[in-house]
């Protein structure tokens, strides 16, 4: 009787050694090309100036923008989605995806709990569309200063650059 069905092997498998063709040489190292072949320093190469948050209008950066929406929410999760919230602040939300074009700007953020995958900041990822009928992502079309955001307490406002809620759009 056979053992081991159909593909069982009767001989052990052999090994034949690896035929070279050609013969090594040793030669020196490899040459460059490309970017790569330019003696030029990668920073004198760059073709567009670097944005610094001195050359920014309203002076918003990065830094600038999550330290005015952090002073607007005083550390709360401004979402806060009933199941899923942790109450505390504790990442950038931006509304418009830096990908599509959203910058550091406040009103271009929310702050939210947990992170994108999880608390109210992953609700959003996962459920887009209620998310945009609250505000809370925009499409890359739609300009955060003209969209109304929908709060946890229930109240719609806009929200300025200047990190403060408006109770109608523009209204300073």
Not at 2 to 29: D, I, M, S, W
Not at 31 to 38: E, K, M, N, P, W
Not at 117 to 133: D, K, L, V
Request: charged share 25%; net charge positive.
């Amino acid at each position: 009787m056979k053992r081991g069905g159909p593909l069982a092997r009767t001989t052990p498998l052999q090994r034949t050694p690896l035929v070279r063709h050609t013969e090594l040489h040793r030669g020196g190292p490899l040459a460059r090309s490309g970017a790569l072949a330019r003696s030029t320093p990668l920073a004198a190469r760059r073709t567009t100036p670097r944005l610094v948050v001195a050359d920014m209008p309203d002076g918003i950066g990065e830094d600038v923008a999550k330290d005015r929406v952090a002073r607007r929410s005083k550390g709360w999760c401004e979402m806060r989605v009933p199941g899923f919230c942790r109450r505390r602040a504790t990442n950038w939300c931006h509304r418009k995806a830096h990908g599509q074009g959203g910058l550091w700007q406040a009103s271009n953020g929310l702050d939210g709990c947990g992170s994108g995958t999880t608390g109210c900041h992953g609700w959003c990822h996962s459920n887009p569309a209620a998310a945009r009928e609250r505000g809370w992502m925009l499409l890359s079309t739609e300009d955060p200063a003209d969209v109304s955001v929908s709060l946890w307490d229930g109240r719609t406002v806009w929200l300025n650059d200047a990190g403060r809620y408006l109770d109608e759009r523009g209204a300073a």
